[in-house]
């Protein structure tokens, strides 16, 4: 089963992350679900696929309190990221999702109604959680047309959606990147394929460069932290990606 | 998976139920070609043309039944898929739930409800759709007595009596085929008192 693992804690305000799940199929990707507590109330990013939803909740309440989820903020429209809506909803019919403006349409086929979604528009926005102040950072085409990834400025966590994102094997055990090369092994073909313009990654690395990041924590894989952080995101503006990377 | 069975049953149904209609299509025509056969043929063939209206008539009704119960059955393919759906979902809940004991674990028994209510509607409608088959098995054998019938009025046609004869086993043909056509359909109707 998934585990949560406390990645930030600072009193009352508390990132954890849902992740490495042994126990799940396969077929299916392994994904990061993070936890952002404030003061007594959450944000669950990206919270899974409806078939990992069981473990997702479970190790959930194992580390706190799922009552006090009070929002929900999909990074894009994949159904690795949010086809567990109908069942977030099922605990609580009132739950509020964020999503890029261009999936609202979308997503509801995964569940929900008109009160559900809260669109992000194309330059992001901040969201309120209980006083703590979140960011959801543009970061169009890095992979979905429609993209946004989550910054928290007193923690100094971005959470970066798919950027960043690496398939390791099942026997990588820990949350952070370890050995950046391997990792980083494991996250450039995926980087190639998934991130659909060079332009749009550039201009999401120089953003990203003047952002005070302590950790970059992607929807797969491990997070980088330290001086990780910018070593990611200068290989990430030299790697060519998209029809770049598949031209011959 | 006794729900994914009823939606691959449902589809079926819907296949069969088809194939009746067109029959119901064929026979009309056919009716319509012996009235016109019966007219030429003239007195000795008057009790000929009387049953192929039977027959017509009949072809109607059978075509009316026949979309009632694919009406039913259509309803029933977004039910089937709903409750299937809804099974799913309470599957993974009581996963999820299992080892949690907090105030959200009575949203279990509250899908648990729903459940059981989606249960119960889709057993009335399968219900309905038994009534169906009922009413049609009931049509199609007045439809094999006039054929009966139908046969035995050609042995009066005088000189026109093979022709007559001719028309009359091909109502025979078409009429014989729905009974078989409406048991493949019995067999993917959920039995009576088990119906998800």
């Known amino acids: 089963m998934k ?3 406390t990645i930030y804690q600072s009193g009352d305000h508390r990132w954890q992350v849902i992740a490495r799940d042994p126990a799940r199929p396969n077929y299916l990707i392994d994904t990061n679900e993070y936890l952002i507590s404030y003061q007594g109330q959450s944000l669950l990013t990206d919270p899974g696929g409806v078939e990992i939803f069981p473990a997702v909740f479970s190790a959930l309440s194992e580390a706190g309190n799922p009552e006090q989820i009070k929002a929900l903020f999909a990074s894009h429209q994949d159904p690795d990221i949010i086809s567990s809506l109908s069942m977030w909803l099922e605990l609580n019919p009132t739950l509020p999702c964020y999503v890029p403006w261009l999936w609202a349409g979308f997503i509801p086929h995964f569940g929900g109604n008109q009160e559900t979604f809260r669109p992000i528009p194309d330059e992001g926005m901040n969201i309120d959680l209980n006083g703590l102040t979140l960011t959801a950072v543009p970061a169009h085409f890095l992979h979905s047309p429609g993209n946004c990834h989550l910054y928290d400025a007193r923690a100094r966590i971005l959470f970066s959606g798919d950027v960043g994102a690496a398939l390791l094997p099942d026997d990588y055990a820990s949350v952070f990147v370890e050995d950046f090369d391997r990792v980083i092994k494991a996250a450039a073909g995926f980087h190639r394929r998934w991130m659909g313009s060079n332009s749009a990654k550039l201009d999401w690395c120089e953003r990203a460069a003047k952002m005070e990041i302590d950790m970059l924590c992607p929807q797969h894989g491990a997070i980088f932290r330290g001086e990780d952080v910018l070593r990611f995101i200068n290989w990430f503006a030299e790697l060519k990606v998209g029809v770049l990377a598949l031209a011959k | 998976m006794q729900s994914q069975r009823n939606l691959v049953g449902i589809v ?60 039913t059955s259509c309803e029933l393919v977004s039910l089937v898929s709903l409750e299937a759906r809804k099974g799913h979902k309470h599957q993974l809940l009581a996963r999820a739930l299992s080892a949690y004991e907090g105030p959200l674990a009575a949203r279990l028994a509250v899908s648990s409800a729903q459940l059981a209510a989606g249960e119960k509607s889709l057993a ?17 054998r007045l439809g094999t007595i006039i054929a009966r019938s139908l046969k035995i009025e050609a042995t009066y046609g005088g000189s026109h009596e093979t022709m007559l004869a001719q028309v009359a086993c091909e109502f025979d043909r078409y009429i014989e085929t729905i009974p078989r056509l409406l048991a493949e359909l019995k067999h993917y109707l959920p039995p009576r008192a088990l119906t998800l």
């Open chain 2, 124 to 140: 009335a409608r399968f219900e309905h759709l038994h009534e169906h088959f009922e009413r049609a098995g009931l049509s199609v």
């Open chain 2, 12 to 71: 079926r149904i819907n296949e069969t139920i088809k194939q009746v209609v067109s029959l119901a299509f064929s026979i009309n025509l056919l009716a319509l070609n012996a009235l016109v056969l019966s007219r030429q043929a003239g007195d000795a063939a008057l009790g000929f043309a009387v049953i192929s209206a039977e027959l017509r008539s009949f072809s109607r009704e059978l075509a009316a039944a026949m979309g009632a119960f694919s009406a």
């Open chain 1, 3 to 5: 585990k949560a693992y």
